[in-house]
């Protein structure tokens, strides 16, 4: 039953889950699943998983398996009020990148992970293969796979994996993968049936909503060091891009290029419809607030020039909305509701 309630505060999640239930199958263990190019075992339901980056650990959260969680690490923002409670139970390892000792400090029997740079060929943290050898199951993201060249380096055994390139556009088909994989693995597919169905179900919503637009740009600010260095943005194709699609319109910035870092002057240059300013609450860098980033866009003499800033079409959203994640799409839902009181062109 707590579950249930959990859920329904979620979105009406609970009548979902009372008409899959029934349709859902059971988990037969040994489990053996794919996972970006690699065969990944479980020889029964996780109970010490270690989860790494907000995506892993939320959807955790949605599945109501907080219980079964030893820890989680990496959260460049809060986590979505409505997990709140859910995540007050984990011990949080750090907000930044977790080092490998600290995850096994915690004993753990299942490490999933959002990003490459967690677990990865080039990951700051450790390689998939540093916790086979310990008999620990790994799973990294598949929206983290298809940012590779080569998914078959996404195990992490190979150097030559390439982060940060997205041929095609980003979609929640490939959330709703990891959703479907974490129940199979829990044996919780009631859950992720309903979890899943109410996503599709608000994403539906906003897709009905908001016609397509040829002339509707955003560009997606992530951060910056400082007002004279370049910008963080988020590119073309990955979540920012959906987004982008999802409410009309298109990314500004036409690159496959996950994460680039353009300058004031390329950046007017693209002179977007609307200004998407992230919030990060990390505190990591000078322009990681989201009113640091809107006084300077309103301040530089040049920049405030843009007709994006003349007209007040700086909106906000969670920088944890601009990886691909649960967060994707309640990003899209806050820039839906600021995007309504704008007068678009």
Known sequence: MRTITCLAALGGLAAALLSTAALAEATTYPLTIENCGQQVTFDKAPERTVALGHNSAEILFLLGLEDRMAGTAFWPNRVLPELEAAYDKVEVLTVEFPTLEAILAQQPDFVPAMLVTLLGADSKVAKREDFERLGIPTYLSPSACTTMTDVDNATGSSDTS??????????????????????????????????????????????????????LTFLFWFSSTSPSDDAYLAGGNGPSGYIADLLGGSNALKTEAEWPALGWEGIMAANPTVIVA???????????ESQAKIDFLTTDPAVSQMDAVKAGRIAVMSGASMNPSVNTLYGAEQLAAQLRTFDLP
């Open 162 to 215: 390439i982060y940060g390139l997205r041929e095609t556009l980003w979609n929640m088909e490939l959330l709703y993968q990891e959703i479907e994989d974490m129940a199979r693995i829990y044996d919780v597919q009631d859950r992720g049936q309903a979890v899943i169905a109410d996503l599709k179900a608000r994403e539906a919503s906003l897709r009905e909503e908001f016609a397509q637009r040829d002339d």
């Open 278 to 288: 992230a919030q990060v609450d990390r505190e990591r860098w000078a322009l990681d």
